[in-house]
């Protein structure tokens, strides 16, 4: 970076309005007072151009001055105000050498080790600043900024190390070799299709040079939104991409002027607009001030100066609104601060026509250091700069909650990296209600210019739900198996590839919901399992740096039972020459409920089982008595009787265990081992308790998967008769309403809503079509048809169900968006 590029980062761009300076500059530094008739003449105008803040034209004088004084005091206070000078400047590595060599040469102020570790600590060299930072500690212990100088340092590693989840890029649009900062929303209130903010790139009105920075003045720029539309994937539509138009300067001439014109803001309206301007008389102090313009037509009102302070060498600036335009905030050096720069507010008393007396906002805000750029959000919290509370560097910014009166209440917050880094961060707007999406400044590392502004945005965090099926016999995978997503208000359904792989999109899992997934195929049970998106810490998300989000991914594996195998229940066991069941095998046969409703074609064996004790017939008789104690309590939950047979097994099919085996008694046998009674009598004598235990088991065998239900009737001669209960598909018929419907077949509305979906926002019409059996399966059905939904498009729902909108308009005839209404069932496969 040139010498020149150096003197001009912009330290208005942080304290532009600070004409006054200089004023606490010896408190705060503790430069040395050598007295204008001790120095040379170099010195005292290095000292003129210093005191009014021409701290570029100081610095050339005190090179002058350092290279002919002949005195070592002179030229070791020099050497530290050159420090001071480009630490004012925002140049912090000349400031660091300048501060570096005054601790060489002795300077005698132990400020110089608190300056050279806030210099270190913005260009990011934590461990060297540390040190520095400690040796302030030991010399100045009773000042605090040494201690949190060495805490802010320890927790910027700390945050660098875990991120948030806001996303900060360069808004390259609307940055220039120059310095670009303070962005402010104009235009429409709920558009934000206008971007102002603040440069001194060439097309300023003010050409002069300005003494403090070297650099130009600034002026008030203006930007458009263009949004431009990208072309989408084949049978899909393109997406809206923001762009911004070239910045200009307001071309009002009433606005930008020869000096600075800074910070805005406007009211809710934005209707008016409420500006830092910055005079400037030579050798004389002058305060900025906040000025006020309003709309007229396509341009602006003469401004007006705030009549915030009485004494014109008082500076405000860096104006911002509440939500309501009751309270304007600003930043200031007015008397009786806390330390450099604080935050004020006030309040436009209507009735007298003035601004009421500013009021700081306190030690939860302000602090030895400066606070600036105030902003309000609709999330209730101020946001603002300050390079007095711990930071990562220079400036960083921090958010407060603010009280019904407008005051700050709670703690301070550190906004962390990479909203703030080791260099000056600042400005930081947000819009919506959220603060989800905003620009901040910055003259970190990478950018165009000396500072410039950057895009923030909060990454969405995002789910998915992936898994494998596979067979709980051998673990191989189960291909084409169909798996279905509930929870939300939405389903979703997929099939299992050749692997077993399943998987549930960012587009179809939310946050904070829980899920049911069922799984089928035939030839196997069909299962359920559960999946959770609630109470999902942000240290299990992966970020993906190419969709700019954050995404956790629910894994599971789902084994299903292949219905050629038994299958044994656990707990279902008997007491020695016993069929009552205990409270534990009604426990494990209410899970045979669930898996006979979840499988409603399956018809079953209950098979009960003895140990070899007592004699065959009795062994016979007893596990039959035993497998109808099981049937009978199935048949109480409600399970169909012909779906059910009971088969008493005696002992002539010992147990068997298989792979994987993990029930009572598996610590005792390997796998392969069959529980006969020779095997059994040559166990020790409580081992073979345990084996006789797992001999008198229950398990069920599926003996047929075409079942039908039925239900009886009479028929016109009064004989009872079974029939099937088959799916029907009602087609609704001229006026008829759902309560008619119902009654015709013989079911609440209630049932025909919830058989269909919810049927929300659908009013019948004619052609369509219901399902109103509630005991049927209408999963043939249900597999190749989808039911339009409230406010959905062919576009929204191909990308539910992964198709594109082109197959979906090839399946239905070349249907349109017009010809969707609520209900309407569309055709998804053939």
């Given amino acids: 970076m040139s010498m020149k590029h150096s003197a001009r980062l912009l330290f208005f761009s942080l304290l532009m309005f600070f004409g006054t300076y200089s004023a606490t500059l010896h408190a705060q530094s503790g430069m040395e007072d050598l007295g204008e008739e001790s120095v040379s003449k170099e010195m005292a105008r290095a000292n003129d151009a210093f005191k009014f803040n021409e701290y ?20 070791i206070e020099i050497t530290f105000r050159l420090g001071e000078c480009y630490r004012l400047m925002l140049d912090p590595k000349s400031a660091a050498n300048f501060y570096s060599r005054a601790i060489k040469l002795e300077y005698g102020d132990p400020i110089v080790y608190l300056r050279h570790a806030e210099m270190l600590k913005l260009l990011g060299q934590y461990e060297e600043a540390i040190i520095e930072y400690q040796k302030y500690v030991e010399l100045r212990p009773d000042d605090p900024r040494g201690r949190q ?53 060439e097309e300023k009105k003010g050409k002069l040079q300005d003494g403090w920075t070297g650099g130009g003045f600034t002026d008030i720029y203006i930007t458009k939104a263009e949004r431009k539309r990208t072309r989408g994937r084949r049978g899909q539509e393109g997406d809206d991409q923001l762009s911004w138009s070239v910045p200009v300067p307001i071309e009002d001439e009433n606005l930008n002027s020869r000096y600075h014109e800074g910070p805005l803001t406007f009211d809710s309206r934005r209707r008016t607009m409420y500006f830092t301007r910055c005079n400037k008389e030579k050798n004389v102090r002058v305060g900025c001030a906040i000025y006020r313009a309003d709309k007229r037509g396509q341009g602006w009102a003469e401004p007006e100066m705030l009549p915030l302070v009485s004494d014109t060498a008082t500076s405000v600036g860096h104006p911002t609104l509440s939500l309501d335009d009751q309270f304007l905030y600003f930043a200031s050096d007015l008397e009786g601060g806390y330390g450099g720069r604080d935050l004020y507010m006030t309040s436009y008393n209507r009735r007298e026509r003035a601004w009421e007396t500013p009021k700081n906002l306190g030690p939860i805000v302000n602090t030895l250091g400066n606070e600036l750029y105030p902003f309000v959000h609709a999330d209730g919290y101020l946001y603002f700069s300050s390079d007095g509370l711990p930071g990562m560097g220079g400036l960083d910014i921090f958010r407060v909650k603010l009280g019904e009166d407008g005051l700050p209440v709670g703690e301070v917050e550190n906004m962390k990296y ?23 400044t ?14 923030v945005l909060l990454a969405p965090l995002v789910y998915e739900i992936e898994g494998r099926l596979v067979s709980s016999k051998d673990r191989r995978p189960i291909n084409t198996g169909t798996v279905k997503l509930d929870g939300g208000g939405a389903s979703y359904t997929v099939v299992t590839d050749k692997t077993g792989y399943f998987r549930f999109t960012l587009d179809q899992v939310s946050g904070n919901t829980n899920y049911t997934l069922s799984f089928e195929k035939k030839k196997f049970l069909s299962g359920t399992a559960e999946a959770t998106t609630i109470g999902i810490t942000i240290d299990q998300f992966e970020f993906v740096p190419s969709e700019s989000h954050y ?12 219905i050629e195998e038994p299958i044994i229940l656990p707990n279902v066991f008997f007491d020695l020459g016993k069929y009552d069941l205990r409270p534990e095998a009604k426990e494990a046969l209410d899970s045979v409920v669930i898996i006979l409703n979840n499988n409603p074609t399956l018809v079953i064996e209950l098979r009960s089982h003895t140990d070899y004790r007592d004699i065959d017939a009795r062994n016979l008789v007893l596990s039959q008595n035993r497998a109808q104690s099981c049937v009978n309590y199935l048949i109480e939950r409600g399970i169909p009787a012909d779906r059910l047979v009971a088969v008493g097994r005696g002992e002539e099919e010992p147990f068997k265990v298989p792979e994987g085996y993990s029930g009572y008694g598996s610590e005792h046998f390997k796998a392969g081992t069959v529980l006969t009674e020779a095997y059994i009598r040559r166990l020790p004598g409580d081992i073979q308790e345990v084996a006789n235990q797992i001999n008198r088991r229950t398990d069920f065998k ?34 008829e309403n759902l309560g008619a419907i119902a009654q015709k077949y013989e079911i609440s509305v209630r049932d025909l809503r919830d058989l ?10 004619e052609g369509l079509e219901l399902k109103v059996v509630p005991e049927a399966d209408y999963s043939d059905w249900d597999r190749t048809r989808y039911r339009v939904e409230m406010g959905e498009n062919l576009s929204k729902i191909a990308k539910k169900l992964e198709m594109s909108a082109r197959e979906l308009r090839d399946l239905n005839d070349g249907i349109k968006d017009s010809d969707l209404v609520p209900g309407m069932i569309l055709k998804i496969a053939y």
Avoid: C
């Avoid at 100081?58 to 002949?70: D, E, F, G, I």
């Avoid at 990479?418 to 901040?440: C, M, Q, R, S």
């Avoid at 995404?551 to 292949?562: G, I």
């Fill in 756 to 765: 269909n979906g919810g049927l929300r926002g659908v009013r019948p019409f």
């Fill in 442 to 455: 910055s003259d970190r590392e990478g950018g165009r210019g000396g500072s410039d502004i950057y895009s």
């Fill in 702 to 735: 599926v003996i047929r998967d075409d079942y039908v239900p039925t239900k009886v009737v009479v028929d016109a001669s009064g004989e009872e008769k079974k029939v099937e209960i088959k799916p029907i598909i009602h087609v609704v018929e001229g006026r």
């Fill in 149 to 201: 100088g060495v805490e802010s340092v320890k927790l910027a590693k700390e945050w660098m190390q875990s991120p948030t989840r806001y996303l900060v890029e360069n808004a390259k649009d609307l940055n220039s070799k120059f310095h670009d900062f303070a962005v402010a929303y104009g235009g429409k209130p709920t558009m934000n299709d206008e971007l102002y903010f603040v440069s001194d790139r």
């Fill in 56 to 75: 570029y034209t100081a610095t050339q004088l005190y090179k002058k001055a350092l290279s002919r004084t002949r005195s070592k005091k002179e030229k």
């Fill in 418 to 440: 990479p909203i703030n880094t080791n260099a000056n961060d600042f400005a930081l707007v947000f819009e919506g209600d959220e603060p989800e999406k905003g620009y901040l």
């Fill in 551 to 562: 995404l956790h991914v629910v894994k599971l594996e789902k084994a299903l039972d292949p």
